[in-house]
């Protein structure tokens, strides 16, 4: 090679070496804030955050190497809720995970800025998270748990398990409730008109007043219980179950896990798999795309538990065909 030519490819090496050295430089690590409403040792939980970090992982973010995720247990204590969203969005994340209402409504507070995925919100339009499912419009977008419609399809449940109920009772927490039950009622209202049920609302803030609820309910005959979507519930899932049994009450919940505590049935969506989806929603955003343009997303997948033993406690036999249209029996 003549003395210019090797002048010149070592001068254009030159050139180009900090750009290939720049290309293969790793991409920076990016931060997640998650802010839950649970306590750290929530076993359910714990769960749906395993689920949301191996999906993650599945679309190649691997922790402590290009994603770093900071995790804060904040209860249902408002007070407390409003200091973890501070302290996540002083670390300024690239997007945070909010696991409920309640946390949602905390992080808004704080930031219209930063993304926020919900993993688990009812009435997000209600409660001004969002314009519209479509096009979200602001920095928060996710998944919901149910359409108002749910509430009628819980009494219609508790009808044919226990066919002979006149009066039912819907539990609810005003705070982490959706619209303060509002939100459920009204389908609620015209499915108890239509089966002939008269419903009472029952409005609790602790566990002193669902027992005096549960109690007053359990005065009369033919009563039961609808309890009501909420971090609170959610909380509280194995209490809750075990007063109701005390009583021996006939009810439903939304949650899975309410019939594994003890509970009669339940039936909702899942909140494990709305953790999984969330995960594919914060790909998108970490990869570029906005939370306004990513649409509000119902649950698609649903379903009936039902705890026969509970059931054989009550002196209820379960109807064949609903035996076979659970997606669990609890024997």
Do not use: C
């Not at 704080?110 to 969002?130: K, L, N, S, Y």
């Not at 009204?186 to 609820?213: F, G, R, Y």
């Not at 007063?243 to 939304?254: D, F, N, Q, T, V």
């Amino acid at each position: 090679m003549r003395r210019r030519e090797f002048i010149a490819l070592l001068g254009s090496a030159a050139v180009e070496w900090p750009f290939a050295a720049h290309a293969q430089q790793p991409e920076r690590m990016r931060r997640i804030g998650v802010l839950m409403t649970y306590a750290e040792g929530d076993r359910e939980a714990r769960t749906w955050i395993a689920a949301f970090r191996q999906e993650l992982q599945k679309f190649g973010w691997t922790e402590d190497r290009s994603i770093r995720i900071e995790i804060r247990w904040g209860t249902t204590d408002e007070a407390l809720l409003q200091r973890f969203a501070k302290e996540l969005i002083a670390l300024q994340p690239d997007l945070i995970l909010s696991s409920s209402t309640l946390s949602t409504a905390a992080l808004l507070r704080q930031t219209r800025i930063i993304p926020i995925v919900f993993a688990t919100v009812a009435d997000p339009v209600g409660e001004g998270f969002v314009a519209s499912f479509p096009r979200p419009s602001g920095n928060a977008t996710g998944f919901t748990v149910m359409e108002a419609s749910m509430a009628g399809k819980w009494l219609e449940l508790l009808k044919e398990i226990a066919p002979r109920i006149i009066r039912v009772a819907s539990i609810f927490h005003p705070t982490s409730t959706p619209g303060g039950g509002s939100h459920l009622l009204d389908a609620l209202n015209t499915a108890a008109s239509v089966l002939a049920v008269e419903a009472i609302t029952a409005p609790v803030h602790d566990m002193s007043e669902l027992e005096a609820a549960v109690s007053a309910q359990a005065r009369e005959p033919n009563g039961g219980l609808i309890l009501m979507p909420g971090a609170y519930m959610v909380a509280h899932s194995a209490e809750v179950a075990s007063l109701i049994g005390r009583y021996r009450l006939p009810s439903i919940a939304p949650y899975r896990f309410y019939p594994e505590h003890g509970g009669l049935l339940s039936y909702g969506y899942d909140p494990l798999d709305n953790f999984r989806r969330a995960a594919g929603y914060a790909d998108r955003i970490l990869k570029g795309e906005k939370p306004a343009d990513l649409p509000v997303q119902a649950p698609v997948k649903y379903e009936l538990v039902i705890n026969l033993k509970t059931a054989k406690a009550l002196g209820l036999d379960v109807p064949w065909f609903l035996q076979q249209r659970a997606d669990d029996v609890i024997e």
